[in-house]
């Protein structure tokens, strides 16, 4: 059995990035756990930096050579000895609670080849799809409640990288393993991997502590091919063209985003430090920034109920922050709040995500000062001149994290946890608006994504202090599989079928909201505002509860 190797000196760094009077020390949240993705990833730190850009820079991941291990198997991650490091590690950390798993690709790759008839091609793959289902079975129970994220894997670039050598090719430390599989082309060795992270998606789907978000094309999607591909198909494509999670298959990942070694070699399927954090990055975007969320998270209502005003009264739909034209411009984003819990809030953040800036970075060099209402400025929920001189209830300046000094880039977050006295005027309100400035400021000015997509949306975190009891009272019950989590509107509920009788969505104040329609034990709350709540499901068994999410 081919193992896939690699030659680098790991070199791991990493800094926290703090506001000198809002110093936070992020706590072991996420445990890397794999093959050569993962000890590569260790090494370049790329959760702990993935998760400063997505604004959750008080979190980080932690690993070791032993349980992220380069030419790791399934197999080697169901012996005692790697189960005995993983729980040992756990068990030290107990603010884990979400394994980061990067395993399966070895096992295919290894062991495949193009001369296989599809019957041995599925028999492969279930077999490893297997294996990969019963390391993750032992992950969950490592810890009540685990979450468990395979990762996937981005396409490979084998025949780019290694038949640029000609007739030298054979020396190609990665040469062996494409010639063991055969020497395939793009198409066929993708459609594998399309194929196996399918297999393995449909499991996911079904099991609502383990998660997958596809991503095989981001870096096609990401970098573009910029020079014509030196083999077939050739040709180019710009950035940002490429459909994702899929792509097209027929190309490689470009050769850019392939790990470098000391200028000598390129490899063919482990990723540069930069890569490997745009594709964590982008399914940060879609799981982990609202998997870390608190008790409610809410998207910003987007419209024109977001936007910016300036200091001549000028009204924008771009949620814009800094000086223009030698005006100041401050920022208006609006939250709908109904699904609060009536208690007392521990924290409440404001979550930006960067999508330009124009001269100096306000928000680096700048104090940042946030004025809050409940309700809306002005005389309308719209943005409108008269929003630049309210008052508002509350303003303070908040403690600023994330990604928000001079080396954020465009699509990095910033984080704004808000003041003790913001916290005790954030009420149940239909609307909330927030004011964001920087006063004084001159010299450039920040844009920040609206609304339009959810996975870039402004965001408003709320945790609360103390549950109501409400709540508390009806998550005692015993919880049955809901999936997927969070949700956008369809939900499965995993039990026998016809075996539902009824379903109450009840919110955070214990107020039943919805009792939707049951079909084939399928729902669909999509008519909710974003917000957690609790499914109380009657079956005739008895009542069960589980926490969902919708967003």
């Given at each position: 059995?081919?193992?896939?190797?690699?030659?680098?000196?790991?070199?791991?760094?990493?800094?926290?990035?703090?506001?000198?009077?809002?110093?936070?020390?992020?706590?072991?949240?996420?445990?890397?756990?794999?093959?050569?993705?993962?000890?590569?990833?260790?090494?370049?730190?790329?959760?702990?930096?993935?998760?400063?850009?997505?604004?959750?820079?008080?979190?980080?991941?932690?690993?070791?050579?032993?349980?992220?291990?380069?030419?790791?198997?399934?197999?080697?991650?169901?012996?005692?000895?790697?189960?005995?490091?993983?729980?040992?590690?756990?068990?030290?950390?107990?603010?884990?609670?979400?394994?980061?798993?990067?395993?399966?690709?070895?096992?295919?790759?290894?062991?495949?080849?193009?001369?296989?008839?599809?019957?041995?091609?599925?028999?492969?793959?279930?077999?490893?799809?297997?294996?990969?289902?019963?390391?993750?079975e032992f992950l969950k129970g490592t810890r009540s409640g685990m979450?468990?994220?395979?990762?996937?894997?981005?396409?490979?670039?084998?025949?780019?990288?290694?038949?640029?050598?000609?007739?030298?090719?054979?020396?190609?430390?990665?040469?062996?393993?494409?010639?063991?599989?055969?020497?395939?082309?793009?198409?066929?060795?993708?459609?594998?991997?399309?194929?196996?992270?399918?297999?393995?998606?449909?499991?996911?789907?079904?099991?609502?502590?383990?998660?997958?978000?596809?991503?095989?094309?981001?870096?096609?999607?990401?970098?573009?091919?910029?020079?014509?591909?030196?083999?077939?198909?050739?040709?180019?494509?710009?950035?940002?063209?490429?459909?994702?999670?899929?792509?097209?298959?027929?190309?490689?990942?470009p050769k850019e985003t392939m790990r470098l070694y000391g200028g000598?070699?390129?490899?063919?399927?482990?990723?540069?430090?930069?890569?490997?954090?745009?594709?964590?990055?982008?399914?940060?975007?879609?799981?982990?920034?609202?998997?870390?969320?608190?008790?409610?998270?809410?998207?910003?209502?987007?419209?024109?109920?977001?936007?910016?005003?300036?200091?001549?009264?000028?009204?924008?739909?771009?949620?814009?922050?800094?000086?223009?034209?030698?005006?100041?411009?401050?920022?208006?984003?609006?939250?709908?709040?109904?699904?609060?819990?009536?208690?007392?809030?521990?924290?409440?953040?404001?979550?930006?995500?960067?999508?330009?800036?124009?001269?100096?970075?306000?928000?680096?060099?700048?104090?940042?000062v946030v004025t809050m209402i409940n309700g809306t400025f002005g005389?309308?929920?719209?943005?409108?001149?008269?929003?630049?001189?309210?008052?508002?209830?509350?303003?303070?300046?908040?403690?600023?994290?994330?990604?928000?000094?001079?080396?954020?880039?465009?699509?990095?977050?910033?984080?704004?946890?808000?003041?003790?006295?913001?916290?005790?005027?954030?009420?149940?309100?239909?609307?909330?608006?927030?004011?964001?400035?920087?006063?004084?400021?001159?010299?450039?000015?920040?844009?920040?994504?609206?609304?339009?997509?959810?996975?870039?949306?402004?965001?408003?975190?709320?945790?609360?202090?103390?549950?109501?009891?409400?709540?508390?009272?009806?998550?005692?019950?015993?919880?049955?599989?809901?999936?997927?989590?969070?949700?956008?509107?369809?939900?499965?509920?995993?039990?026998?079928?016809?075996?539902?009788?009824?379903?109450?969505?009840?919110?955070?104040?214990?107020?039943?909201?919805?009792?939707?329609?049951?079909?084939?034990?399928?729902?669909?709350?999509?008519?909710?505002?974003?917000?957690?709540?609790?499914?109380?499901?009657?079956?005739?068994?008895?009542?069960?509860?589980?926490?969902?999410?919708?967003?």
């Amino acid at each position: 059995m081919k193992r896939i190797f690699t030659l680098s000196a790991l070199l791991a760094f990493g800094t926290i990035t703090a506001n000198a009077q809002c110093v936070e020390v992020p706590k072991n949240r996420v445990l890397l756990v794999g093959d050569s993705w993962a000890a590569f990833m260790n090494a370049d730190q790329t959760i702990t930096n993935g998760l400063r850009i997505l604004g959750h820079s008080d979190k980080k991941f932690m690993s070791s050579v032993v349980i992220a291990e380069n030419g790791a198997q399934t197999d080697d991650f169901l012996t005692q000895e790697k189960q005995e490091a993983i729980q040992a590690l756990i068990t030290a950390n107990p603010d884990i609670d979400i394994v980061h798993l990067s395993i399966g690709g070895n096992d295919v790759m290894g062991d495949w080849n193009i001369n296989f008839t599809q019957q041995q091609t599925d028999s492969l793959e279930e077999s490893v799809a297997a294996r990969l289902e019963a390391v993750i079975e032992f992950l969950k129970g490592t810890r009540s409640g685990m979450r468990v994220f395979w990762a996937g894997y981005a396409y490979p670039n084998f025949e780019e990288v290694i038949s640029e050598l000609g007739g030298a090719a054979s020396i190609h430390p990665f040469y062996d393993t494409w010639d063991g599989m055969g020497q395939p082309t793009f198409l066929q060795i993708n459609t594998v991997l399309n194929n196996f992270s399918d297999s393995v998606a449909a499991y996911t789907n079904a099991d609502p502590q383990v998660d997958f978000f596809r991503a095989q094309s981001i870096l096609q999607y990401t970098y573009g091919q910029d020079t014509p591909l030196g083999v077939a198909p050739g040709g180019t494509y710009p950035a940002f063209t490429q459909p994702l999670p899929f792509g097209d298959p027929s190309y490689p990942s470009p050769k850019e985003t392939m790990r470098l070694y000391g200028g000598i070699f390129t490899d063919c399927f482990h990723l540069s430090p930069e890569a490997y954090l745009t594709m964590f990055t982008y399914q940060g975007e879609h799981f982990y920034q609202n998997f870390f969320m608190d008790d409610m998270y809410a998207l910003s209502e987007g419209g024109n109920m977001d936007g910016s005003v300036s200091s001549a009264g000028d009204v924008s739909s771009t949620i814009m922050l800094g000086e223009s034209g030698g005006n100041e411009v401050v920022a208006v984003v609006s939250f709908n709040t109904q699904q609060m819990a009536d208690t007392t809030l521990a924290g409440a953040s404001i979550f930006l995500r960067r999508e330009s800036i124009t001269g100096a970075n306000p928000v680096a060099l700048n104090d940042v000062v946030v004025t809050m209402i409940n309700g809306t400025f002005g005389t309308t929920v719209e943005v409108e001149p008269v929003d630049f001189v309210d008052t508002g209830d509350a303003s303070g300046q908040p403690c600023k994290h994330g990604s928000f000094n001079s080396n954020s880039k465009d699509g990095h977050w910033l984080r704004l946890d808000l003041t003790a006295e913001m916290l005790a005027n954030i009420n149940a309100s239909e609307h909330i608006q927030f004011m964001i400035s920087v006063p004084g400021f001159t010299g450039g000015s920040i844009t920040f994504n609206d609304a339009s997509d959810p996975s870039k949306a402004p965001k408003l975190n709320l945790k609360y202090g103390e549950e109501p009891s409400s709540v508390t009272e009806i998550r005692a019950a015993k919880e049955v599989p809901v999936y997927p989590i969070p949700t956008v509107g369809p939900l499965t509920i995993d039990v026998a079928t016809n075996s539902v009788q009824s379903i109450d969505v009840v919110n955070v104040l214990g107020a039943v909201v919805l009792q939707p329609e049951v079909n084939n034990n399928r729902i669909d709350i999509s008519s909710l505002p974003n917000g957690t709540y609790i499914l109380r499901i009657t079956t005739i068994e008895g009542v069960s509860a589980k926490r969902i999410i919708k967003r």
